[in-house]
């Protein structure tokens, strides 16, 4: 690096730049000293500006902190933190412990979504970006512009009016949002966040069931689609009347995941096979079909008035147990997608690693693992994934370093 390009840039505004970075990647300035061989009180002044940063320095720190060069003597400046876009949207928790985890808990959402970033500039693979223009929803009821955007989202992706228990799948690989499932409060449900550099990042709980994850994936999808410069922290039970945004997310997800048109179709296919004699484990058998809640299915096709308006309410104050009725119906459990990182992130990190762009240490930190289960994780990505020009994951016994060039055509989402 040019010593003339790094004196063109302000001490103060670099060690800003710096100091940024450092607490992202949730190191101390004294983690910055030993990595660098120099005293505390160094690191202080270089953030500071009262020191210039010399260029090996930078490029050592640049290295630490997963960020390029480019972004401490560029002109623009770094990305925005989370938790300054989420100021007024982070809800009040019951506890500081709480809100300790939750503050947190989106300092290590923005430290991901960072990282995958920086991944795909190592690669030269950026995330390909299919959003489409923010719906307006101005003047329309919550309901039926959530049916609207569902709809036209369905057709965009080509997705059908069937089930879609891939959603993060979709998401990920086909709009080109960064999903991250991470452990926040039981009461917090996601976090959803927009930034320019980054793209549509979303957090669901991973300490909630996988049916409340995809439904708090859905919801915030809705949001990016129709407020989509709105930070937001989700809360369990915070729709509310007075929250438009809230209803037009919940209802969107309801659309999304049960389409009218299909859900219809299936629900009178079940009445005939049933000989108009629906019970309870049919409706579960409808559920687990969706993969989503009994009780949300149950409401749903309350609103189509395929039951009885209140059936949910009565069978619920009578005690009904849907695990008991799943358990009559001998339904299969479901897979559940654990994840914490998205699959393209995995293997950007594991090709960087394996053309020598990552140390084993730097791929431990990326994959949030030891450097045992790291290497592990490679040697089963290199078996068992490939990624395709345009972004896309597929199975494949093709090993890392070769690609596939030349696919154009979106992978299939079984």
Same mark, same amino acid.
């Given at each position: 690096m040019q010593r003339q390009l790094l004196d063109s840039i302000p001490p103060p505004v670099i060690g800003r730049r710096l100091q940024e970075a450092r607490k992202a990647r949730g190191l101390t300035q004294q983690d910055v000293a030993d990595s660098l061989e120099i005293a505390r009180t160094t690191v202080t002044a270089l953030e500071k500006g009262e020191r210039r940063t010399r260029p090996d320095e930078l490029i050592k720190m640049a290295r630490m902190f997963g960020r390029p060069v480019g972004d401490f003597v560029g002109r623009k400046d770094p990305i925005p933190g989370f938790s300054e876009q989420l100021r007024g949207a982070?809800?009040?928790?019951?506890?500081?412990?709480?809100?300790?985890?939750?503050?947190?808990? #989106? @300092?290590?959402?923005?430290?991901?979504?960072?990282?995958?970033?920086?991944? @795909?500039?190592?690669?030269?693979?950026?995330?390909?970006?299919?959003?489409? !223009?923010?719906?307006?929803?101005?003047? #329309?009821s919550p309901e039926v512009a959530a049916e609207d955007v569902a709809s036209a989202e369905r057709h965009r992706l080509a997705l059908g009016d069937g089930p879609l228990p891939n959603l993060r799948d979709v998401l990920e690989n086909d709009v080109g949002i960064r999903v991250f499932s991470i452990e926040l409060p039981l009461p917090v449900e996601g976090i959803f966040v927009y930034t320019d550099e980054l793209g549509g990042c979303i957090a669901v709980n991973a300490r909630h !069931?996988?049916?409340?994850?995809?439904?708090?994936?859905?919801?915030?999808?809705?949001?990016?689609?129709?407020?989509?410069?709105?930070?937001?922290?989700?809360?369990?039970?915070?729709?509310?009347?007075?929250?438009?945004?809230?209803? #037009?997310?919940?209802a969107f997800a309801r659309c999304l995941l049960m389409p009218a048109s299909g859900l219809r179709r299936r629900f009178n296919e079940l009445y005939r096979a049933a000989r108009g004699k629906i019970t309870a484990a049919e409706i579960c058998r409808l559920a687990h079909h969706y993969s989503v809640p009994v009780e949300t299915m149950m409401l749903r096709l309350e609103e189509f008035r395929l039951l009885p308006a209140g059936t949910w309410g009565r069978l619920r104050d009578a005690g009904y147990e849907t695990r008991e009725a799943q358990g009559q119906s001998s339904l299969p459990p479901r897979p559940d997608d654990e994840r914490t990182l998205?699959?393209?992130?995995?293997?950007?990190?594991?090709?960087?690693?394996?053309?020598?762009?990552?140390? @084993?240490?730097?791929?431990?930190?990326?994959?949030?693992?030891?450097?045992?289960?790291?290497?592990?994780?490679?040697?089963?990505?290199?078996?068992?994934?490939?990624?395709?020009?345009?972004?896309?994951?597929? !199975?494949?016994? #093709?090993?890392?370093?070769s690609r596939v060039v030349g696919a154009k055509e979106p992978l299939p989402h079984s």
């Open positions: 982070v809800p009040n928790l019951d506890s500081q412990k709480a809100q300790d985890e939750l503050r947190q808990a #989106i @300092e290590l959402f923005q430290r991901l979504c960072e990282d995958g970033l920086h991944l @795909e500039s190592l690669n030269e693979m950026p995330l390909v970006r299919s959003y489409p !223009p923010q719906y307006r929803t101005d003047g #329309i !069931p996988w049916t409340r994850r995809r439904w708090t994936l859905a919801q915030e999808y809705g949001r990016f689609l129709t407020d989509r410069f709105r930070s937001e922290v989700s809360m369990l039970g915070g729709v509310g009347p007075s929250r438009r945004r809230d209803r #037009i997310a919940d998205p699959l393209r992130y995995q293997y950007l990190a594991a090709l960087a690693y394996e053309e020598g762009k990552l140390t @084993e240490g730097e791929l431990a930190r990326y994959l949030r693992v030891d450097r045992v289960a790291a290497r592990r994780l490679v040697q089963e990505l290199s078996r068992s994934s490939l990624l395709q020009d345009e972004g896309q994951v597929t !199975p494949s016994s #093709i090993e890392l370093k």
